[in-house]
């Protein structure tokens, strides 16, 4: 069975956010079960920096509206291909910058798309499965029926999805004509989408399976709070939609073996957890924390579904418990100036670092006692995964993802990972700090909870064997 995984990012190669996580660790996965699987990427300028590519002596020619786009296409290794062009993604971002998209992102993402099957036509590589991921792929699923309707890929199945509802890839309806399909497919059965065209809707009309990166999400994006305006769409498809959960690469995330923090620990000995935090505390100059307070930390997007604006709010009342917050990240423009402010305001007690840095995420995760996560909504989320992992307890709450992950502490039973809070407020989110701080003093207590945080299985290798049950049968479908 060949499996093509078609997505706009991928780690080691080029990442803005958990996308990159999954679809890099699956293909890492699949590679070490055997799997005969490839995956495709653009060529963007980080790529062409830090990997060395070989030309495949491939070239693809991709209509679009008449402009005929020439296209490379390169290679890592024999598993790994990009598509070349330059005017497309040959630039410092991948999709835009912290003051907004590129404009021509239906281009490029349009183009990419077809660029992929034109690419394995060219190379002879008839897949029998195109796992495509978010809007930026969701095309490929229509165009097998449509455009790219012909024998060389009439055994090919489609999966399609989706890591966040809230990224569709909405563009105004002149960049229709860029699809190149018949204006039968500007309506809504087909991805218009209130006068405009929805690039992740062509995926969710016409993908032989749907899927989303927990359960718990799966049922939530059926419904118009978490739907993002197609849960009448997804109501539709609701029996070919299923949740497979993210999992974290465990080898990069080891706190054992971890050689970006300052002392390795494990669920059974966690003392170097203490040296990880005292490195920590100096390096974010957390010098007016209370001696034995914990650290709380939050690492992520500066984005309204993190809900950085509750946390805004809330600081000075965290840090008043004597706790000390370190926030980090990039994002939103107007975000991160908000809380860039706070750490002249509560110096020695919030540090702020705005950029992204994977050795640095390393330490705030080993080094903190706390991870805030009070997202408004979380697909799955890995953030929470890879604080338990280094022991540091999420407070967090309770949607999507996070649902699924995290199991709330129970005083009465001793028993739970983290602490869960509902309501989408200042207090609740507060009210769940306060708890978490309290108990943190309870040494007993909080290493229980460590211990079973950090013991949690939330390895790839069970998403990867559900994807590739899912595969096996749709492929099967296919040769009946
Ligand atoms: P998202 O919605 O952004 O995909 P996830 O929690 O699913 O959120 O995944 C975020 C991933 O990106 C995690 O691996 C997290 O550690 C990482 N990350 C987020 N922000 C940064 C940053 N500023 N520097 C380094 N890594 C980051």
């Given at each position: 069975?060949?499996?093509?995984i078609a997505?706009?990012?991928?780690?080691?190669?080029?990442?803005?956010?958990?996308?990159?996580?999954?679809?890099?660790?699956?293909?890492?996965?699949?590679?070490?079960?055997?799997?005969?699987?490839y995956?495709?990427?653009?060529?963007?300028?980080i790529i062409?920096?830090r990997?060395s590519?070989?030309?495949?002596?491939l070239?693809i020619?991709?209509?679009?509206?008449?402009?005929l786009?020439?296209?490379?296409?390169?290679?890592?290794?024999?598993r790994?291909?990009?598509?070349?062009?330059?005017?497309?993604?040959?630039?410092?971002e991948?999709y835009?910058?912290?003051?907004g998209?590129?404009?021509d992102?239906?281009?490029r993402?349009?183009?990419?798309s077809?660029a992929?099957?034109?690419?394995?036509?060219?190379?002879g590589?008839?897949?029998?499965?195109?796992h495509?991921?978010?809007w930026q792929?969701a095309?490929?699923p229509?165009?097998?029926?449509?455009v790219y309707?012909?024998?060389?890929f009439k055994?090919?199945?489609?999966?399609?999805t989706?890591?966040n509802m809230?990224?569709?890839g909405i563009?105004?309806?002149?960049k229709?004509g860029?699809?190149?399909l018949?204006w039968e497919?500007?309506?809504?059965e087909g991805?218009e989408?209130?006068g405009?065209?929805n690039?992740?809707k062509a995926?969710l009309i016409?993908?032989?399976?749907?899927t989303?990166?927990?359960?718990?999400?799966?049922t939530e994006?059926l419904?118009?709070e978490?739907?993002?305006?197609?849960?009448?769409?997804?109501?539709?498809?609701?029996?070919?939609?299923?949740?497979i959960?993210?999992?974290?690469?465990?080898?990069?995330?080891?706190p054992?073996?971890?050689?970006?923090i300052?002392?390795?620990?494990?669920?059974?000995?966690?003392?170097k957890?203490?040296?990880?935090?005292?490195a920590l505390?100096r390096?974010c100059?957390?010098?007016?924390?209370?001696?034995?307070?914990?650290?709380?930390?939050?690492?992520?997007?500066?984005?309204k579904?993190k809900s950085?604006?509750?946390?805004?709010?809330a600081?000075g009342?965290?840090?008043n418990?004597?706790a000390?917050?370190?926030?980090?990240?990039?994002?939103?423009a107007?975000?991160?100036a908000?809380?860039?402010?706070?750490?002249?305001?509560?110096k020695?007690?919030?540090?702020?670092?705005?950029g992204?840095?994977e050795?640095?995420?390393?330490?705030?995760?080993?080094?903190?006692?706390?991870?805030?996560?009070?997202?408004?909504?979380?697909?799955?989320?890995?953030?929470q995964?890879?604080?338990?992992?280094?022991?540091?307890?999420?407070?967090?709450r309770?949607?999507?993802g996070?649902?699924d992950?995290i199991?709330?502490y129970?005083?009465?039973?001793?028993?739970?990972?983290?602490?869960?809070?509902?309501?989408?407020?200042?207090?609740?989110?507060?009210?769940s700090?306060r708890?978490?701080?309290?108990?943190?003093s309870?040494k007993?207590?909080?290493?229980?909870?460590i211990?079973?945080?950090?013991e949690?299985?939330?390895?790839?290798?069970?998403s990867a064997?559900?994807y590739?049950?899912?595969?096996?049968?749709?492929?099967?479908?296919?040769?009946?």
């Amino acid at each position: 069975m060949k499996i093509v995984i078609a997505t706009s990012e991928a780690v080691p190669y080029a990442k803005t956010g958990g996308l990159a996580d999954v679809t890099g660790s699956l293909m890492k996965e699949y590679i070490s079960l055997g799997k005969d699987a490839y995956l495709f990427l653009p060529l963007y300028r980080i790529i062409k920096d830090r990997f060395s590519l070989n030309d495949t002596g491939l070239n693809i020619k991709v209509n679009l509206v008449g402009r005929l786009i020439n296209s490379r296409i390169l290679s890592i290794g024999k598993r790994v291909f990009l598509i070349e062009c330059d005017d497309f993604f040959d630039r410092n971002e991948l999709y835009g910058t912290p003051f907004g998209d590129f404009h021509d992102n239906a281009e490029r993402f349009i183009f990419f798309s077809r660029a992929i099957l034109e690419a394995l036509m060219k190379m002879g590589l008839r897949p029998d499965i195109i796992h495509c991921n978010d809007w930026q792929t969701a095309m490929i699923p229509l165009y097998l029926k449509t455009v790219y309707n012909n024998d060389f890929f009439k055994k090919t199945s489609t999966v399609m999805t989706i890591h966040n509802m809230g990224y569709q890839g909405i563009f105004e309806m002149e960049k229709f004509g860029l699809t190149g399909l018949g204006w039968e497919w500007f309506n809504m059965e087909g991805i218009e989408f209130y006068g405009r065209i929805n690039l992740l809707k062509a995926g969710l009309i016409s993908a032989d399976i749907i899927t989303t990166v927990s359960n718990h999400y799966a049922t939530e994006i059926l419904t118009p709070e978490y739907g993002h305006g197609l849960d009448g769409v997804l109501r539709k498809r609701a029996k070919d939609l299923k949740g497979i959960l993210n999992g974290i690469d465990i080898e990069e995330w080891n706190p054992e073996t971890d050689r970006l923090i300052s002392g390795n620990f494990n669920s059974n000995d966690i003392s170097k957890k203490q040296k990880c935090k005292e490195a920590l505390v100096r390096e974010c100059n957390l010098t007016s924390i209370i001696k034995k307070a914990p650290v709380i930390c939050f690492i992520g997007r500066l984005s309204k579904q993190k809900s950085v604006d509750l946390l805004f709010e809330a600081a000075g009342k965290i840090v008043n418990l004597g706790a000390g917050l370190i926030i980090f990240g990039r994002g939103d423009a107007e975000l991160e100036a908000m809380v860039s402010n706070l750490k002249d305001i509560h110096k020695g007690r919030i540090f702020v670092r705005l950029g992204y840095d994977e050795a640095f995420a390393h330490r705030v995760y080993a080094g903190s006692d706390i991870f805030i996560m009070p997202s408004r909504y979380e697909p799955c989320g890995l953030g929470q995964m890879i604080a338990m992992r280094y022991g540091t307890i999420p407070v967090a709450r309770k949607t999507g993802g996070i649902a699924d992950t995290i199991e709330d502490y129970n005083p009465l039973s001793d028993s739970g990972t983290g602490f869960l809070f509902e309501g989408l407020n200042i207090n609740d989110m507060l009210c769940s700090i306060r708890v978490a701080v309290t108990l943190f003093s309870c040494k007993d207590r909080w290493y229980g909870l460590i211990k079973r945080a950090m013991e949690k299985d939330f390895s790839w290798k069970r998403s990867a064997l559900r994807y590739i049950d899912l595969y096996e049968s749709l492929s099967k479908k296919k040769s009946f």
